[in-house]
């Protein structure tokens, strides 16, 4: 076997649609090596896809005490984040992948930080679009659209995700349905979409907005739509960033970043989630960005990168747990406006 | 049968104040030479002007000659919009028509594709527009023609909020129907004079923009839908241009009167929700 070995902690959608084919074109650099999933068959089944020899089991426990196991990838629900990354810091490992979000709670947040501190495993977030090569290459050359922006609009109008896995993999069962959404006319069911879709959705792009917005200091308009989105706007000083997602739709994608500055318009088109054939492309001030690597092959060499030793994390674990406050700000914002009975 | 060419003047007090407001409208005019005929001192049946300053109503009043026919006001700053309801008074009283150029709202190819946009109307969540003006420019010139183009629409807004002004940027929310409305606009030198406008439904979203270099760069929009995307054939007209034709047309009773009843109603309430924008700022 060649490479890191990667143990991947939940063998769902996104295991097997974006990371195992990501991992694939790499192989002189990663090598499968275990599979855990709550489901048993279904650990064996996607172990056994990807691979002869591949270790399947149903406790992430036994996942980390694989020798064979050197990176772990936790694409697991949210709510096991936490535990699961801390669990595999403390098990010395050499990385930790994250699926976004790092945690639901800033205390798991910082519960995660304090074992990749002690232990000095780097945990990087999954956030794909920061890692995009089109971004980093526009950000790299925004000059100062960072000092002078003023307004930012983040656009999330995308189709079923089932579009996309079907083209980026065969799924060896499919994904669990989807909860009911409940009654809609409550403010609590309202607040609680809005958060699901601030963690789930918006955190796609949040990191960026941050990069521009460095603050929260208020949720100006928050509201859920249906089928699934949200309309956000929150203000940091002087600046203003708008946050809109509908879907799904019939429709083509369309995944927008925009940032105005006084003398510069950034516009970014992301690929749908899925998508594994390219990055974003970028435009600023006349000039454009694309490349045939996309943002999930970009995470993984990064970490590659990492654990080689070669460069930094492009974002450190503080720089993560600050990503998730700025996203649970938001959340909580926008519900606080709910519940206070804005609408 | 020929059509006398209608006669149309400047508010020449204002001419070299307002001379880019002026300009493109005189390139328009130039292009219908069989519609209209630029005269200079005498009196005309069009009156050009752009409202600007305390005093600008007595000043233009003694400009409308007997013969008169229609103002149409080529721009509008927020030291006039008390005036305005002066004027809807004095063109009623005379049977002047008013007219008002409204940026996009006027483009050709907007209102072309009025009829197949409004049938999507009922399915929309959100409708978000949003502009550009030059760094030196005016966001209330700016967010007048977007409520201009968005009420071309949707009607008169409802609960219309600002939820943020500055000097540089503004984002007002507001209600059409079931559609989310947020309109948003930045002093921005690279694309200055932009126009975006997303209507987003399940079924169906569109996406239109209004480009400031028009007509170099003619108006684009797109429907798109599950079987895919129709982009509506570019014109290359300016929305001056077609905003004199509409003119022309209602002015000889061949129109099909697309402009709602009473134009200045509708600048009026927008004209007071910029200014406060404006103000807020």
Not at chain 1, 236 to 256: E, F, K, V, Y
Not at chain 2, 123 to 141: E, Q, Y
Not at chain 2, 149 to 161: D, H, M
Request: glycine residues 8%; proline residues 7%.
């Amino acid at each position: 076997m060649t490479g890191f070995g990667v143990g991947l902690i939940g063998a769902g959608p996104v295991t097997q649609a974006i990371h195992l084919p990501a991992l694939a074109t790499m192989p002189e650099t990663f090598h499968i090596a275990h599979v855990m999933d709550v489901d048993q068959s279904l650990a064996e089944q996607v172990a056994a896809r990807a691979g002869d020899g591949i270790a399947a089991s149903i406790d992430y426990r036994r996942l980390l005490n694989d020798p064979a196991v050197d990176v772990v990838a936790v694409c697991s629900p949210h709510q096991f984040h936490a535990e699961q990354v801390t669990a595999a810091c403390e098990a010395g490992k050499r990385a930790v992948l994250c699926e976004k979000p790092l945690a639901t709670t800033l205390d798991e947040a910082e519960q995660i930080a304090d074992a990749a501190r002690r232990s000095g495993v780097p945990v990087i977030v999954g956030t794909m679009h920061a890692y995009d090569p089109a971004w980093q290459a526009a950000r790299d050359n925004w000059g100062d659209l960072a000092d002078t922006v003023s307004l930012v609009r983040s656009a999330i109008y995308i189709p079923p995700n089932d579009e996309f896995v079907g083209l980026s993999t065969e799924l060896a069962a499919p994904p669990a349905p989807l909860p009911p959404p409940g009654d809609f006319t409550d403010p609590r069911i309202r607040a609680g979409v809005l958060r699901a879709g601030i963690l789930g959705l918006a955190i796609h792009n949040t990191p960026l907005v941050r990069q521009l917005l460095p603050t929260v200091d208020q949720v100006l308009d928050a509201r859920p739509v249906t089928p699934f989105g949200y309309r956000i706007t929150i203000r940091s000083g002087p600046r203003t960033a708008h946050l809109l997602a509908l879907l799904p739709g019939q429709w083509s994608p369309r995944w927008t970043f925009d940032a105005w500055g006084a003398g510069d318009h950034l516009h970014v088109e992301f690929p749908p989630s899925y998508v594994l054939a390219g990055s974003a492309s970028a435009e600023i001030g006349g000039r454009r960005w694309a490349t045939p690597v996309n943002g999930y092959q970009a995470e993984w060499r990064h970490l590659a990168d990492v654990v080689k030793g070669t460069v930094a994390p492009l974002f450190s674990v503080d720089d993560s747990v600050a990503d998730l406050r700025y996203a649970l700000a938001i959340a909580d914002g926008a519900a606080d406006l709910l519940l206070e009975g804005q609408e | 049968m020929t059509v006398n060419p209608l006669t149309v003047a400047f508010d020449t007090g204002e001419v070299t104040e307002h001379a880019a407001t002026y300009a493109p409208h005189r390139a328009a005019l130039a292009s219908l030479p069989g519609s209209f005929r630029l005269v200079h001192h005498q009196p005309a049946d069009i009156l050009v002007t752009v409202a600007s300053g305390a005093g600008w109503l007595d000043r233009i009043t003694p400009l409308l000659s007997a013969k008169a026919k229609a103002v149409l006001i080529a721009g509008l700053s927020p030291s006039a919009v008390a005036q305005l309801a002066a004027l809807a008074v004095l063109a009623a009283e005379r049977g002047l028509a008013t007219a008002v150029a409204s940026g996009p709202a006027d483009d050709a190819a907007w209102q072309a594709a009025l009829p197949d946009v409004a049938g999507d109307l009922g399915g929309l969540t959100f409708i978000d527009t949003i502009t550009t003006a030059p760094a030196d420019g005016s966001l209330f010139d700016a967010l007048l023609s977007q409520l201009a183009l968005v009420e071309s629409l949707t009607g008169p807004l409802e609960k219309a909020t600002t939820l943020t002004a500055t000097a540089t940027h503004y984002v007002l929310s507001a209600q059409a129907g079931s559609a989310a409305v947020s309109l948003s606009g930045t002093t921005c030198t690279a694309e200055s004079g932009r126009v975006e406008l997303d209507l987003i439904g399940t079924a169906a979203r569109w996406h239109a923009e209004f480009s400031a270099a028009i007509p170099a760069r003619p108006t684009a929009i797109t429907r798109y839908d599950i079987t895919g995307a129709q982009t509506r054939r570019p014109l290359f007209q300016g929305p001056q241009r077609a905003r004199w034709l509409r003119l022309r047309d209602d002015i000889n009773g061949t129109g099909t009167q697309t402009d709602p009843p009473g134009p200045l109603a509708g600048l009026i309430a927008r004209a007071g929700l910029a200014a406060e924008v404006a103000g807020a700022a």
